[in-house]
């Protein structure tokens, strides 16, 4: 099939790289002709597993880049949507870019056309798609707007596009249907999963993945109630976490013991620093807004919102505590100095000279550090983990002050006065065993 996929950008550009290596014909329209001018020269612009492949292996064949919507709408009869919807000030979506080429393909129809919304969009969004259409001239009968949201993850999208545990073609006729199903058809019947040179299978993937055939509202509400239930769930093992470094309990075992019930499932139930990204804090506000607006107060949502931002007050807390004063002090972070998958982790440099390290993100490489190294590197061996990476254990082996979250802060002997003096610090334990009980909580 001949597909238009509007806007360049991380989901668009992923989406339309694996549009081709299934076997269709691609058109990515962006209007930033910096952005295409780097595409068509061969440049990659995000760092996405996989993703230079695809666009090796189908940029200026099945894969093209243009800047010229009218020009591509013609040749095509299937348009998807994949331009940003950034947050208002009042934190509704917005729709503005996606209003524009609504507008540009409504000018453009020379046929039969499918309008597939992919961006995340509120519900109602595919009945405003074709209302601007129609204003803006196109016969009711000349197109369908359907909602195909999408569910990759930033790190790993090739591969949760490839192999997702679900698609869901919201489409309120037959006839647009049908033209979604024939996009995913090399997905739903397997033969991709078959070639040779298929994208390598991810664990845990549901081959074939289900297609799920939807009305467009229903799709449209799938995408906010799925990122909202997800973060839902971040805040709750956030929340449990804060209980457990009360107590001293260990949030990881609690984790175990409830992430077995199958009902439940291990998966986001991760303690750490809160969510963030480009994605849940957007799709929370503008769930919130949708709801409020359609009369239903989802006071759930603004939970799940305040325990995020209060779970990132509080590491800022659990840094205080560390290191009493931060005036002056040099802190390293893994997880904005640098990016997964490249040499420049290995080489530790956030962590030379620093008064201690902070790790942020759950990539792999900050999982597998050589601990000597970084202990030589620190001017004073002290890590607080926002992602758990590590074994609390086994950072006090290593020498180090360790803080995570939901767990006790893990302090060699020799580092324990700076503890005992230290505010909120919470139990501290010693070689396994825990030797001061409740240090101040004020
Ligand atoms: P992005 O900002 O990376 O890309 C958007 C692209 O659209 C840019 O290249 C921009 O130049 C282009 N654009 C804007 N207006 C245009 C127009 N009128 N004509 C042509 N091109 C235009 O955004 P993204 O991260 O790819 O997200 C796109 C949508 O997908 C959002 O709604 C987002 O919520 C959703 N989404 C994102 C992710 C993710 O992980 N990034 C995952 C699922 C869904």
């Not at 509120?122 to 798609?129: D, L, M, Q």
């Not at 024939?182 to 019947?189: G, N, T």
Request: net charge negative.
């Amino acid at each position: 099939m001949r597909i238009v996929v509007v806007g360049s950008g991380y989901v668009g550009l992923v989406a339309g790289a694996c549009f081709a290596d299934l076997g269709h014909e691609v058109v990515l329209v962006d209007n930033d002709e910096q952005k295409l001018a780097a595409l068509k020269s061969g440049a990659v612009p995000i760092h996405e597993k996989f993703l230079p492949e695809l666009l090796a292996r189908h940029s200026s064949k099945r894969l093209t880049f243009s800047s010229d919507l009218a020009e591509a709408v013609h040749s095509s009869s299937t348009v998807f949507i994949t331009v940003g919807t950034p947050p208002t000030e009042q934190g509704e979506a917005d729709l503005s870019y996606v209003e524009s080429v609504a507008r540009g393909v409504a000018g453009a129809i020379n046929g039969y056309k499918v309008v597939i919304e992919k961006s995340t969009v509120p519900v109602y969004t595919s009945a405003w798609i074709r209302t601007v259409m129609l204003r803006n001239g196109a016969a009711p009968e000349s197109f369908d707007v359907a909602s195909n949201p999408e569910f990759l993850r930033e790190g790993t999208a090739v591969t949760d596009f490839l192999y997702p545990d679900r698609v869901v073609l919201g489409a309120d006729h037959e006839r647009c249907a049908s033209l979604l199903r024939q996009i995913y058809e090399p997905m739903a019947s397997g033969s991709y999963y078959r070639r040779q040179d298929a994208i390598p299978q991810p664990d845990r993937a549901h081959i074939p993945p289900r297609m799920i055939v939807t009305s467009a509202k229903s799709a449209e509400l799938i995408k906010h109630a799925s990122n909202a239930f997800l973060a839902m769930k971040i805040s709750f093992i956030n929340a449990v976490a804060s209980i457990c470094e009360s107590v001293g309990a260990d949030v990881q075992q609690v984790c175990q013991g409830i992430g077995s019930d199958t009902r439940i499932g291990t998966r986001f139930l991760s303690p750490g620093i809160g969510y963030g990204g480009s994605c849940f804090p957007k799709d929370l506000t503008a769930f919130r807004a949708v709801a409020r607006e359609c009369g239903y107060d989802f006071r759930l949502l603004d939970e799940v919102i305040s325990i995020n931002e209060e779970q990132r007050q509080r590491f800022v807390r659990k840094v205080r505590s560390a290191l009493w004063t931060l005036k002056g002090k040099r802190l390293g972070v893994l997880g904005l100095a640098f990016k997964g998958g490249t040499d420049d982790i290995r080489d530790y440099e956030a962590a030379a000279g620093a008064d201690a390290l902070l790790i942020l993100t759950e990539w792999h490489e900050f999982s597998t550090l050589d601990l000597d190294l970084l202990h030589s590197q620190l001017k004073y061996p002290i890590i607080i983990d926002g992602r758990n990476l590590y074994d609390p254990e086994d950072m006090m082996a290593g020498g180090f002050t360790y803080y995570s979250i939901g767990r006790q802060p893990a302090v060699p002997e020799s580092h324990i006065a700076t503890i005992m003096s230290t505010k909120n610090a919470g139990d501290v334990r010693f070689m396994g065993r825990k030797v001061v009980d409740g240090i101040s909580a004020s």
